[in-house]
């Protein structure tokens, strides 16, 4: 297996990053960061809260459909490309859309956070900073800026990017969980929390706002209420490669290797498994 960042759907790539950088020493790279990458955002099918510094399984890419497809099918094709990581692939067919409907402000923000997604960060920042903030897609806009600053490590404008968006769309499930990624960002933990959490009370089965609300949890010495929230979604029938090493994670932080080990090796071979122990525990001696 190769290491890879994480795949992430649609609905939880509007969000952010909760990116906690830590530089390891002792593994293979001289500096490695932990990010712990919630497509935080909003909405994931469970892929929020991604580990991307740490090894983690790659997924397939969709093969595009025949001919020119219509609207709603290269729609499909963009948003699959995504799922499956692949914001490369999906770039251009976002753009052969937004051609065909210029004035589609979701469409453009669909296009902008895939090419955020690829580091074309300027082009991204063009797109949603041109989308009208009285528009449906006004949030989503600010939300795509946030991680904008995010990536350029700039988590103070984020965070200005995050309130106007909050003052937007005040019930948005991914602007909050998007406002608290930012503000665990800044080391306000219990601030972020409470954002989760108002977003949960908003959609309570929203397994971004549970994961990220779990490592935040984590990320402030709260391991037993972290694994408390992890350990069912990552035991599900239904998890993905990510919620397994979300929970290794954390079981690492709070200095359970024999479990953190287990738990990576669910996916991982034995390599990544060790080095990403060697990372849990840097991380776990890290100040928060």
Known sequence: ???????????SQALGVLMLELHATGTRDAR????????????????????????VPAQAAPKAEQAAPDGAAALRIARSFRAAGDARSAVPV???????????????????????????????IGLYTAVDPASPSGGD???????AQLKLNRADRALAHMDRAVQLAPTNVRVLVGRGVVLDRLGRHADAQASYRKALSREPRS?????DLALSLALSGQYDQALEILEPI?????ASAQDRQNLAFVYGLKGDKADALAMSRV??????????AKFFDYARAQPR
Do not use: F, H
Request: proline share 2%; hydrophobic share 50%; charged share 25%.
């Open 234 to 238: 990552a035991r599900s029938a239904g």
């Open 32 to 55: 490695r960061r932990l990010r712990l990458k919630n497509a935080g955002l909003a909405i994931s099918v469970g892929l929020a809260g991604a580990i991307a510094g740490l090894a």
């Open 267 to 276: 996916d991982l071979d034995e390599s990544q498994a060790q080095a990403n």
């Open 1 to 11: 297996m190769t290491r890879a960042a994480c795949a992430t759907p649609y609905e």
């Open 207 to 211: 397994v971004a706002a549970r994961t």
């Open 94 to 124: 976002y753009r052969t859309l937004l051609a065909r409907r210029p004035n589609d402000a979701a469409v453009q923000v669909e296009l902008a956070d895939a090419l955020l997604d690829t580091d074309m960060i300027d082009d991204a």
């Open 141 to 147: 806009a600010e939300l795509g800026l946030a991680r």
